[in-house]
């Protein structure tokens, strides 16, 4: 696995300037992501997911920037980028992104047809017929029906769904390498988050892709996704084989995210949530970030970061629980019935 991977981000730092203050949203985050996987980052809003994968694509904004750190791709550093010329030959070509709305991510004025033909021309060099064949082969790729017809018409002709599916083939049509799937399902109902997440799952098998999701939702990553990273205040705390993270997580903040999914609530039962809010990254984060809201937290948690302990040779975690000296925590009961349900899965 080591030597097949296609991007490595390492001790990447961002901030951003505002109204005078400095906010830490990325503190030293290092991850590897590999080709051909599917990877889901997950977290609650607000935790630093969306920002982490823009830099990947020069799309942070005007008042954020890159304080330290290294993302390697293709032999190149993306780092260390700073004109629009240069991003312009990874954004799109190499990696493109399928964004939460895609009601703002589509032209009002253009007709779907338009719209995926300027992909095409500008990251597959066809023009004219050519062009024309691609956009339709595309809209049949993402399982639109009648694509001659279908592109002709403006985005407000079609349903949520299909409108997520047209912004998919916007992003095949780029052929890139890696794919970045921004809580591709937040707007839609559960039946079509299903289709959109097969959809997506067929076109990385058919284009070779590697795609990262982003999202909070912990229910449409055991569908998907063939590994976590779980992301918290700007930092990630536990990353994983998809079981591993799913019936065998370690950190207390997976705990509890996990323990939040409305399918392990009992009827009758208050839902759990998770207690307080997280860290205010205008200041110094001492510490674990999550201690606060911790209630097994120790001494140690408040004082200094803790180091990533691993747990198997592909999954680990930012803990001092899992420090040889540190006393016996159980995890909370509902993450005792999941590890039950790994066990009899496998066993």
Not at 136 to 155: F, H, M, N, T
Not at 202 to 224: E, F, R, S, W
Request: glycine fraction near 8%; include cysteine; charged fraction near 20%.
């Amino acid at each position: 696995m080591e030597n097949n991977v296609i991007l490595s981000v390492q001790d990447l730092d961002v901030k951003f300037t505002l109204r005078g203050q400095v906010l830490h949203a990325i503190r030293g985050v290092s991850l590897d992501v590999y080709k051909g996987e599917s990877l889901a980052i997950v977290g609650e809003s607000g935790s630093g997911k969306s920002v982490f994968v823009k830099t990947f694509m020069g799309l942070l904004d005007a008042n954020g920037y890159l304080d330290g750190g290294h993302i390697l791709y293709g032999g190149q550093d993306l780092a260390q980028f700073r004109s629009e010329k240069e991003w312009l030959t990874i954004r799109g070509r190499e990696i493109a992104m399928v964004l939460q709305d895609p009601m703002t991510s589509l032209n009002p004025l253009k007709t779907i047809g338009k719209q995926i033909e300027e992909a095409v021309v500008l990251h597959q060099g066809l023009k004219g017929e050519a062009a024309h064949q691609a956009v339709l082969s595309c809209l049949a790729d993402v399982g639109i029906d009648q694509p001659e017809k279908r592109a002709k018409q403006y985005p407000h002709e079609f349903s949520g769904g299909m409108r997520q599916r047209v912004v998919i083939a916007i992003a095949i049509a780029c052929r890139p390498k890696i794919l970045i799937c921004d809580e591709p399902t937040t707007a839609l109902d559960v039946t079509i988050q299903a289709q959109i997440l097969e959809l997506i799952k067929a076109m990385q098998k058919k284009y070779d892709l590697t795609t990262i999701y982003i999202t909070h939702d912990l229910g449409v990553v055991a569908n998907v996704a063939d590994r976590i990273a779980v992301m918290y205040a700007g930092d990630i705390v536990e990353t994983g084989a998809c079981d591993e993270v799913f019936y065998d997580p370690r950190h207390p903040y997976t705990w509890a995210l996990l323990s939040s999914l409305p399918q392990l609530g009992v009827k009758g039962e208050p839902l759990y949530s998770i207690q307080g809010t997280p860290p205010n990254l205008f200041h110094e984060v001492r510490g674990d970030a999550f201690a606060p809201r911790n209630p097994q937290a120790l001494k140690i948690d408040f004082v200094e970061r803790p180091p990533f302990f691993q747990v198997s040779p592909t999954h680990k975690a930012r803990t001092w629980l899992l420090d040889p000296r540190a006393p016996k925590v159980d995890p909370p009961a509902h993450i005792l019935q999941l590890r039950e349900q790994g066990v009899n899965r496998h066993g």
